[in-house]
T-cell receptor
Framework: GNSVTQMEGPVTLSEEAFLTINCTYT??????LFWYVQYPGEGLQLLLK?????DKGSNKGFEATYRKETTSFHLEKGSVQVSDSAVYFC??????????FGGGTRLMVKP | DADVTQTPRNRITKTGKRIMLECSQT?????MYWYRQDPGLGLRLIYY???????NKGEISDGYSVSRQAQAKFSLSLESAIPNQTALYFC?????????????FGPGTRLLVL
């Protein structure tokens, strides 16, 4: 079956620090990969996605590259801001049209 | 106005009570989903519906039921609430004719079962 594993949080960084949140997956077939973000008190919203191997998704300064050889989709940002504080979810979508989510990683950015 | 709305936003109930959580969307999407979120477990799928006449069980459907009253409305019921159903519940939609994997989430309903 499909599964997604993320690093446990919370991740606490100072403003302008470099961010990496690790995500690895197990899946049959050729899934699409996603990062969703949940800001405090809100629902999830799509941050970025990649639909095939070696694709790079990017949005709002965040990037993630679909690595089939390592079954990974790590989220990175070069310089985080306080406003990036949120919970980040890695997810995969398969041919069954379902999304499988990881457990989420809370990011806290301090001024 | 929000595209996906959920009511109520917060609810406290007692063990054994029947409750209903409602979801409405103005996005015109055929597909709707109910998830629950528990700390450290991410989101788990309870039920999903690909159109008004299609209802499917998800990963954790026991103790829950749903009703798709219209394209825009998808309700989740807890027939007899129990404390381990305390969680944050999210409704989501997607459009299979376009980017089907991209789901649009409501703001969530926080449920506490005493």
């Amino acid at each position: 079956g499909n599964s997604v594993t993320q690093m446990e949080g919370p991740v606490t960084l100072s403003e302008e620090a470099f961010l990496t949140i690790n995500c690895t997956y197990t899946a049959t077939g050729y899934p699409s990969l996603f990062w969703y973000v949940q800001y405090p008190g809100e629902g999830l919203q799509l941050l970025l996605k990649a639909t095939k191997a070696d694709d790079k998704g990017s949005n709002k300064g965040f990037e993630a590259t679909y690595r089939k050889e390592t079954t990974s989709f790590h989220l990175e940002k070069g310089s985080v801001q306080v406003s990036d504080s949120a919970v980040y979810f890695c997810a995969l979508g398969n041919a069954g049209n379902m999304l499988t989510f990881g457990g989420g990683t809370r990011l806290m950015v301090k001024p | 106005d929000a595209d996906v709305t959920q009511t109520p936003r917060n609810r406290i109930t007692k063990t054994g009570k029947r409750i209903m959580l409602e979801c409405s969307q103005t996005k015109g999407h055929d597909r709707m989903y109910w998830y629950r979120q528990d700390p450290g477990l991410g989101l788990r799928l309870i039920y999903y519906s690909f159109d008004v006449k299609d209802i499917n069980k998800g990963e954790i459907s026991d103790g829950y039921s749903v009703s798709r009253q219209a394209q825009a409305k998808f309700s989740l019921s807890l027939e007899s609430a129990i404390p381990n159903q305390t969680a944050l519940y999210f409704c989501a939609t997607s459009d299979p004719s376009r980017e089907w994997e991209t789901q649009y989430f409501g703001p969530g309903t926080r449920l506490l079962v005493l």
